[in-house]
Every structure is written in structure tokens, then in C-alpha cells.
């Protein structure tokens, strides 16, 4: 069963940084792209950052110059680099990876991880 499993949310204060990480488990043959998602009380889910299976990123205006997405193929992960928080950065945020089992391609969504800036 083919899965993704985000970590490293959790409070920090305006300013600070966190660094989340997704894995992805199960039977994976192949990687395409995999992002970042984030989903804030009362607000519809929004695209934070995406990366290509070879390595093209692309960022919401909002995260630009503050955060970077990276990953590695090889412990099929993705992870997110995040700097200067600001309270609106609140949201739970979800891990998505584009995917092919033995079946055929898919897109896969994490559980989410709540990250909180607060003083």
C-alpha cells in the first residue's frame, strides 16, 4: 500500500524556521512531482511549492525568498525549508506526491502536519 507521511510541524515564533519532511512508502516504481500543500481555518487549500521529478520548482507569491522545497529520489522524500515565518503562515500542511505503483500513476495526500507561528 503506497503512502506519504509528513513530519516536523509543529510552534514556533514569528521569525523562526521549521523544516518539514514527507516520505513516501509501499510499493513506488516511479516518482513524478511532489508538493506542498497548506490549508489555513475557514480557507480553501492552497499550493505552497511543487517540485518535478527533475528538479523544477515553482512557489506561491506568499512563500517566495522563504521557503525551499527539496528532494531526494533516492529515499523518495520531499521536504520544506521554512524561514522568517509570519503568523500567516499557520495551516495545517499537506505532503501530495504523484506517484506510480504496480497499478498505475496516482496522486497521493499525506495527513497533514500543523505548523503554528505564534509569540
Known amino acids: 500500500q503506497v503512502q506519504v507521511v509528513e513530519s516536523g510541524g509543529g510552534l514556533v515564533q514569528p521569525g523562526g524556521s521549521l523544516r518539514l519532511s514527507c516520505a513516501a512508502s509501499?510499493?513506488?516504481?516511479?516518482?513524478?512531482?511532489m508538493g506542498w500543500y497548506r490549508q489555513a481555518p475557514g480557507k480553501q487549500r492552497e499550493m505552497v511549492a511543487k517540485i518535478t521529478g527533475d528538479g523544477r520548482t515553482n512557489y506561491a507569491d506568499s512563500v517566495k525568498g522563504r521557503f525551499t522545497i527539496s528532494r531526494d529520489n533516492a529515499k523518495k522524500s520531499v521536504h520544506l525549508q521554512m524561514n522568517d515565518l509570519r503568523s500567516e503562515d499557520t495551516a495545517v500542511y499537506y505532503c501530495n506526491g504523484y506517484l506510480r505503483s504496480a497499478a498505475s500513476w496516482s496522486t497521493y495526500w499525506g495527513q497533514g502536519t500543523q505548523v503554528t507561528v505564534s509569540s
Open positions: 509501499g510499493s513506488i516504481f516511479s516518482i513524478g512531482a
